[in-house]
């Protein structure tokens, strides 16, 4: 995969705008060194799905588990005002406004691949900062080695979450290293807009390497610990959904194979592609996982 210089999203409105210009600068082979372009190592290169596509087919299971069901109710949600509860072992506990979060932290664009476990797949043009930079913020204490994620849980305005054998609310998490990664971030937004509320407003963790579903959603609460903590996937189907949940073509899923995804917005002739080791992320993260056989630690 190349990691090359990309157009800046913030750079270019409207949308069609950026990706017309986008094109044309690929087709004339000239997509370095014109003032629009910005270096971002962390950006893939490919074109972003639409705000459509993103915002339109979702999993979000607090609002149903059809692909329409976020954005068909997730409006209801109240994202403003917003605080999360940080605690477990850090410095500085303590229940964190939604500003309060973000003082100090850099809103970069990240334009990463999303791969879901299902096997569809999409690259997002997210906005968002480093998770290290807020964990540095309230101190990490020597002993913690896994942080915990938590989403908000208010049925009233989740139907998700009214009844069901859903262990709500839903809960990820991430072991510390893998938290500090640059590539892991708390993601404010996409397409320079607000994190539409279907994709996890008003603040969502996003860890490209990982199958979709640890990139939980509308977070209230971060917690560092020194014990893995329980995942929502892995407490309905440990033997399908583990902690680790890297992307892998060669760990299939019990029930269906990994080595190939389908691109939403490829259209009915667009095809499968195949599917990259640690999502295409490997130069970056394989070192994390040294000594690890990764189809125990699935
Ligand atoms: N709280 C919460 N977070 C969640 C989910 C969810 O149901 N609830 N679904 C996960 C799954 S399975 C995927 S694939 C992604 C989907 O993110 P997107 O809708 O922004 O594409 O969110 C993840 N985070
Ligand atoms: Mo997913």
């Known amino acids: 995969m190349g990691w090359k210089n990309v157009l800046k999203w913030s750079e270019v409105t409207p949308q069609a705008l950026f990706l017309n210009r986008r094109q044309i600068i690929a087709g004339a082979g000239a997509l370095v060194a014109t003032p629009a372009l ?3 190592e962390w950006s893939v290169e490919e074109t972003p799905n639409s705000f459509e596509e993103i915002t339109g087919y979702n999993n979000f299971y607090e609002f149903g588990y059809g692909k329409e069901d976020p954005a068909a109710y997730a409006g209801a949600l109240t994202t403003d005002p917003w605080s999360v509860e940080i605690g477990g072992m850090v410095d500085k506990p303590g229940s964190y406004d939604l500003a309060d979060v973000l003082k100090g932290q850099t809103i970069e664009e990240r334009i990463y691949r999303f791969r879901c476990v299902e096997a569809w797949s999409m690259v997002v043009p997210w906005h968002g900062f480093e998770l290290s930079g807020l964990l540095n913020r309230v101190g990490v204490q020597p002993g913690a080695k896994f942080v915990a994620f938590e989403t908000l849980l208010r049925p009233e305005e989740m139907p998700g979450q009214q009844g069901g054998s859903f262990p709500w609310p839903y809960v990820e998490g991430l072991r510390l290293d893998e938290a500090m990664h640059p590539l892991t971030i708390l993601a ?6 607000p994190m539409p509320k279907q994709n996890g407003a008003p603040l969502r963790l996003v860890v490209p390497w990982k199958y979709g579903f640890k990139s939980i959603k509308s977070i209230v609460k971060i917690t560092l610990t020194d014990k893995m903590p329980p995942t929502t996937w892995n407490i309905l189907q440990s033997n399908e959904y583990g902690f680790y949940a890297n992307v892998n073509p060669q760990v299939d899923h019990p029930r269906w194979s990994q080595a190939t995804e ?18 295409g992320y490997g130069d970056h993260v394989a070192s994390l996982y040294a000594g690890q056989d990764l189809a125990v630690d699935y």
């Open 38 to 40: 910005a270096r971002n």
């Open 262 to 279: 389908r691109p939403i917005g490829g259209g009915l002739f667009g095809g499968r592609k195949d599917t990259l080791m640690f999502n």
């Open 188 to 193: 404010t937004g996409l397409y320079d807009q």
